[in-house]
Structures are given as structure tokens and as C-alpha cells.
T-cell receptor, first 111, second 112 residues
Framework: QKEVEQNSGPLSVPEGAIASLNCTYSDRGSQSFFWYRQYSGKSPELIMF????GDKEDGRFTAQLNKASQYVSLLIRDSQPSDSATYLCAVIRNTGNQFYFGTGTSLTVIP | DAGITQSPRHKVTETGTPVTLRCHQT?????MYWYRQDPGHGLRLIHYSYGVKDTDKGEVSDGYSVSRSKTEDFLLTLESATSSQTSVYFC???????????FGSGTQLSVL
């Protein structure tokens, strides 16, 4: 079983819509959760992190964490063509130093 | 770029040759990581370091070795490169409130 699983997509949404990206993780001991955005040919860029159950909002981005169900989601409101990228979910365990990444979800925002 | 420099940015080499990739940081962060990224596999950890001369293996460490003789430099060596090691290699440091990962620009390695 993979540590982190994401739907690879591709996910397409029209400009201005809400994009919803999901991620599940296998280790209940995971403590910290991250969303990275990666444009083609570039390195991953941190856009959100969350540690506690519930929602965390930053501008157009909202991260949602549900530890009981072991899932993390990222909502992008008012999606823009510039949001077109691959989004990577990452987790770190309570007892470790290793960050585990999902394979990423490709998002395309259609003008 | 969180003060991380990877070199070289691109490398083409032949099967069986040794290759060393360098990651340099300017901010004295304790933790440094080497990942490889391949289509369909995402980012996979090769090795990481938690201090000078302190390193540990990740999930895909076979065929790779690392060294960290100074806080600022973390070297990844492919002792005898194989075609399966063709990949994009990213160095990362762990920093900031909550200990987040920040990535370098990456090295595209092609083993022919």
C-alpha cells in the first residue's frame, strides 16, 4: 500500500470554477500535510500546509484535513489558467524525518 | 529558491560511469534530502541527512551513495550509472516554522 495516494487526473475545470484535489494517506501516525504545485519542467513549490483537523484558508486556496478518514484535500477557488500545474500531496509521519509524496494530480484550467 | 543550488543542471553520461550531483545551501539547515522524480512514480526519497556525516536511506537508495562533510553541501553519487537512473533529481532542505521542505531547481540526468 502506498503511503500517499492521489488521483492522477487529468482534472479539467473552467476558469472561475472551484478545483478540488484529493489525497489519502495510509499511516495514521502522519502528523503534517503539505500541498505542492509543480509547473512543467520546474521544481515543486509549497503552497499550503496543515497540521490540525479542519480547514485552513490562504487566499484562493483551502486545505482540508480529516485525520479520522485519513484524507487531505485542496480547494482552489476562482481557478485561473495560471493554476494549471501538477499538484503534489505530501505527508510526514509523527516519528520520522521522511516526507512521502503522492504521484500528483494534473490540473488544467480552461479559459 | 530557499538558498539551494544544485549542480549541474543537466548531465548526460554513459552507462557504467560514476556521477556526482551537488546540492549547496547557504542557510545552515540541518536536514537535506535527495529525491528523484519519474513519470508515474512521483517524488521518491533516495537519501537524506540530518547533520554533518549523518545520513540515512530512503525508499530507493540502491545504487546511490551520499556524503555530507560540511553543513552546506550534500553530495549524491551514482557509483556506476545505469539507464534506470535516468531521472530528474531534486535536492531539498527542511526549514521554516513547521519544518517544511523546500526544493532546489533540479538536475536532469540522462544515462545513455
Amino acid at each position: 500500500q502506498k503511503e500517499v495516494e492521489q488521483n492522477s487526473g487529468p482534472l479539467s475545470v473552467p476558469e472561475g470554477a472551484i478545483a478540488s484535489l484529493n489525497c489519502t494517506y495510509s499511516d495514521r501516525g502522519s502528523q503534517s500535510f503539505f500541498w505542492y504545485r509543480q509547473y512543467s519542467g520546474k521544481s515543486p513549490e509549497l503552497i499550503m500546509f496543515i497540521y490540525s483537523n479542519g480547514d485552513k484558508e490562504d487566499g484562493r486556496f483551502t486545505a482540508q484535513l480529516n485525520k479520522a478518514s485519513q484524507y487531505v484535500s485542496l480547494l482552489i477557488r476562482d481557478s485561473q489558467p495560471s493554476d494549471s500545474a501538477t499538484y503534489l500531496c505530501a505527508v510526514i509521519r509523527n516519528t520520522g524525518n521522511q516526507f512521502y509524496f503522492g504521484t500528483g494530480t494534473s490540473l488544467t484550467v480552461i479559459p | 529558491d530557499a538558498g539551494i543550488t544544485q549542480s549541474p543542471r543537466h548531465k548526460v553520461t554513459e552507462t557504467g560511469t560514476p556521477v556526482t550531483l551537488r546540492c549547496h545551501q547557504t542557510e545552515n539547515h540541518r536536514y537535506m534530502y535527495w529525491y528523484r522524480q519519474d513519470p508515474g512514480h512521483g517524488l521518491r526519497l533516495i537519501h537524506y541527512s540530518y547533520g554533518v556525516k549523518d545520513t540515512d536511506k530512503g525508499e530507493v537508495s540502491d545504487g546511490y551513495s551520499v556524503s555530507r562533510s560540511k553543513t552546506e553541501d550534500f553530495l549524491l553519487t551514482l557509483e556506476s550509472a545505469t539507464s534506470s537512473q535516468t531521472s530528474v533529481y531534486f535536492c531539498a532542505i527542511r526549514a521554516g516554522l513547521g519544518e517544511k521542505l523546500f526544493f532546489g531547481s533540479g538536475t536532469q540526468l540522462s544515462v545513455l
